[in-house]
């Protein structure tokens, strides 16, 4: 950076005769003098801002937003973009390239998904939006009541007790019949190629790979029942007890013949067939509680988005057992203010008010809408936001008692050239998941039922047959009825916090894709405790510090969310997308 700097100043030099000595002032400057050029395009208004071609980033990591005409796929793996872009160009359209890219993502970045994961989708499909739940309830069998007699006073986090219904290859052959142009099994064959032949690991993938298994190792030696279940997941995922480091080519021979049965039975194979008595047979065998009516009566759910006003444009996200709510109360809550600068003590602290304020709605009222006692619509009424807005003041104020949990999750976007888009998220919940893997299918099924509680007065208490509290959520964005384009920020519960944080770097502060996604982030953790990243300023971290927040600085990038972003130009019918900077991945367009 400093090369390029100076090769900078060397073509102004003529025009300031004057230059200060230190080139990290010099930077600084010239930094600040791009990001005010950035507020000034916030003028402009409209669709027009989120698009800007301005190549000036004022958070410079290493990436710039991609452009294109036909098509795009943004994901957190390479491999995975290449594979939903290769759809795209084979006749499959925005959707197709969603279910190829979301399998291929179960192979090349097992560390976060799998087969047996949990997904959601927001659809825009010839004008129209649609939303699909597709979240698994927990087994009939799994109560509280069943887990007190087995000794336990909370969910455990691994084993075959936390897995719930695994939901995903049901969302795909949702997604494909009611909108592919292509076959399920046409979809998946990128991913049986990449399961079949292998892939190259990259270094993200590898250091959670490693890490996972550590923690794996720790929890097998303090559990005899966990260690005779996690031997599958040795064998697929760890090469003579190792797992790969980057650069290694990795295969999945069993998650290939998987994918063909899900593909060619249209998933049908792994609720009422083959896959289904071998996913029943190793539950029973571990003393599991996953059982065949569990999985044969289970089907993905096509649900209405629910949407809030932000400063002109409309934000959508699906209704609970989702936390996407959590985005739309804090948007909706901050729609009643206006925001003149992003790095400063009034933009920040108000948006962590807000945030605290909607997910204390969000574990008081939030669970399997069969039984929650609110309507979901209440929390997004006008009134209601303007009452929440008047709750905060230049104080730090304490929400309901919440920890927050960590969790792995995979984040795509498609785009085709018919303006059709995808905003698509699947997960196995923390990680890996459970850590069990079904033999001989590399199935690894997810731990997402660990988020019930065991509070009966709770709308997520457990509950057989209930769908928990889910954390991922996919989002997408309108302006005046017009689709502007898919969002969203991976990670647990950072994830409505991510969704907040990179609208707002858009809408209000004129940032494109890229620049969105890679200014520096805060994470809200529980009582009046944030986590900042590195970048942050450290005289507005004493401005929040002094109002009563708990500040952390923490140097970890990846605990701060990993996000993509595809708008599209309404005048052109062109795209441009950003893809996280803090991880592996990347966008492929064509």
């Not at 209000?508 to 996604?517: A, E, K, M, N």
Request: net charge positive; with cysteine.
């Amino acid at each position: 950076m400093k090369i390029r700097l100076e090769l900078y100043l060397k073509t102004v030099k003529k025009k300031y005769c004057c230059l200060p000595k230190d080139i990290g002032v010099v930077y600084s400057l010239i930094k600040k003098c791009f990001f005010n050029r950035f507020l000034i395009l916030t003028n402009l208004g409209g669709i027009c801002v989120l698009i800007s071609n301005n190549v000036f980033n004022p958070y410079p990591r290493s990436r710039k937003s991609v452009y294109a005409k036909n098509g795009m796929v943004a994901t957190s793996q390479v491999a995975a973009s290449q594979a939903g872009l290769d759809i795209l160009k084979k006749g499959g359209n925005a959707i197709d390239a969603a279910v190829a890219t979301a399998a291929c993502l179960t192979v090349v970045e097992p560390t976060s998904n799998g087969i047996g994961s949990d997904a959601f989708a927001i659809v825009h499909f010839h004008g129209k939006t649609y939303g699909l739940n597709s979240s698994g309830p927990s087994p009939k069998k799994l109560t509280k009541k069943a887990l007190e007699k087995l000794g336990y006073q909370r969910m455990p986090i691994h084993g075959w007790l936390p897995i719930d219904v695994p939901g995903t290859p049901s969302g795909w052959a949702a997604l494909v019949t009611k909108f592919g142009k292509l076959t399920l099994l046409e979809d998946l064959q990128p991913a049986i190629d990449y399961a079949r032949n292998g892939y190259v690991v990259s270094q993200i993938l590898a250091r959670f790979w490693r890490k996972a298994y550590a923690a794996y190792l720790k929890e097998a030696r303090l559990s005899p029942s966990f260690q005779r279940s996690f031997k599958e997941w040795q064998r697929i995922f760890t090469n003579h007890g190792k797992t790969p480091i980057p650069g290694e080519i990795w295969k999945s021979p069993d998650h290939a013949k998987t994918l063909e049965e899900i593909g060619s039975t249209n998933a049908e194979s792994f609720y009422r067939g083959k896959l289904a008595q071998k996913i029943v047979a190793a539950s029973i065998s571990n003393g599991g509680l996953l059982r065949s009516d569990d999985l044969s009566n289970y089907h993905s759910e096509w649900v209405t988005p629910l949407s809030v006003q932000y400063h002109g444009y409309d934000v959508l996200e699906l209704p609970p057992n989702g936390q996407g709510i959590v985005t739309l109360e804090a948007l909706g809550i901050l729609d009643n203010f206006n925001f003149s600068s992003r790095d400063n003590f009034d933009t920040t602290h108000k948006q962590i008010e807000a945030i605290k304020l909607a997910f204390s709605d969000l574990f008081d009222y939030v669970g399997d809408p069969t039984t929650m006692k609110i309507d979901p619509h209440d929390l997004l009424a006008k009134s209601y936001l303007k009452n929440q807005s008047e709750k905060i003041s230049d104080i730090a104020q304490s929400p309901n008692p919440s920890e927050v949990n960590k969790s792995g999750t995979v984040y795509l976007c498609t785009a085709d050239s018919e303006g059709n888009m995808v905003s698509y998220i699947q997960s196995n919940y923390m990680g890996f998941g459970s850590g069990v893997v079904v033999p001989n299918t590399g199935i690894a099924l997810n731990n997402r039922a660990n988020n019930f509680t065991f509070d009966r007065t709770s709308a997520n208490c457990l509950e057989g047959g209930k769908r928990p509290l889910n954390t991922i959520i996919p989002g997408f964005l309108k302006k005046d009825g017009e689709a502007v384009g898919p969002f969203g920020v991976m990670g647990g519960f950072m994830q409505p916090q991510g969704h907040l944080q990179v609208l707002m770097n858009a809408i209000d502060f004129g940032l494109d894709p890229q620049g969105s996604l890679d200014a520096p982030r805060w994470q809200w953790m529980s009582g009046n405790h944030i986590d900042f990243e590195q970048e942050w300023s450290s005289s507005l971290l004493a401005q929040l510090q002094k109002a009563g927040h708990i500040i952390t600085v923490n140097p970890e990038p990846n605990t701060f969310g990993r996000g993509q972003i595809i708008w599209r130009n309404p005048e052109t019918g062109t795209y441009v997308g950003g893809s996280e900077s803090r991880t592996d991945g990347a966008i492929a367009a064509w």
